[in-house]
């Protein structure tokens, strides 16, 4: 009779045992299920999250700029007037998000290979401004030897000369299409030199034009202008990529 007992006691045990181990693996499986779950979703948000506070912002602007850009060279002009900080409010086009993200922790999150793209295209942007600048300084320079020569000659004496022929010089030259009608140079020299100098003034503007395109700023001017263009591009590209795997992978899939 004991033995019976002992074994119901046994066989008692053994299922108390097995109810509680099956209980604490069907814990340890559902916390351990929870928490790869909750990884995940945390991943999602983390990237999710990347990609709607810095990567989009930042690839909307550079498509922005892309098309300002393409704006300057279909009206033939060389000029871009990018400002680099929110406050530039003069600029045609503030590119500023990217300054922005520079100097908070955004910064950080941003991969390396996108930083460099970045760097380079904010170095493109200021080297315009300083092409643009030592254009005209090396014009103003050449403007204003050019009336020194020629001042005994000038019937307006209470005339900026040397500044209103900068300002001929520039609508001759921009934009870059302006080849026709009336040359503003030779138009500006004989109203103020006097029509007596008509024929004269033809041939002081052509030596003059000769003079200003032959700066190494004017001969390069479209050439810098399409290398900005062409790493917006790459630029753009790159970001696109980036935000289309995070698309891809945390958000089914939806195109941009």
Known sequence: MNDVNNWFSNQGLVALSSALLGAV?????????????????????????????IYSPIYK?????????????????????VGLEEDERHRRFNF????????D???????????????????????????????????????????????DKFEAKDVDVPGSLMNAVDSRFFPYSHNSGNNPI?????????????????RKTTNLERLLKNVTEFKILKGDLQK????????????????????????GGVEL
């Not at 892309?66 to 871009?80: G, I, M, S, W």
């Open 25 to 53: 693996v069907g814990s340890l499986t559902g916390y351990i299920f929870n928490s790869k779950l909750e990884k995940k979703k945390a991943k999602e948000r983390y990237w999710i999250q990347r990609k709607n506070t």
């Open 61 to 81: 602007e550079l498509l922005a700029l892309k098309e300002y850009l393409e704006t300057v060279q279909a009206d033939n002009r060389p000029f871009v007037e």
């Open 96 to 103: 500023f998000i990217w300054e922005s993200i520079k100097k």
């Open 105 to 151: 922790v955004r910064y950080d999150y941003v991969p390396n290979g996108l930083k460099r793209k970045l760097r380079t295209l904010t170095k493109l942007i200021r080297g315009q401004e300083e092409l643009k600048n030592n254009l005209y300084k090396e014009w103003r320079k050449i403007v204003n030897t050019f009336y020194e020569r020629n001042k």
């Open 186 to 202: 030779t138009h500006f020299l004989v109203q103020y030199l006097g029509e007596t100098y008509k024929e004269q003034a033809e």
């Open 228 to 251: 900005l263009i062409k790493h917006t591009e790459l630029t753009i590209k790159s970001f696109r990529e980036l935000i289309t795997k995070i698309i891809a992978s945390y958000e």
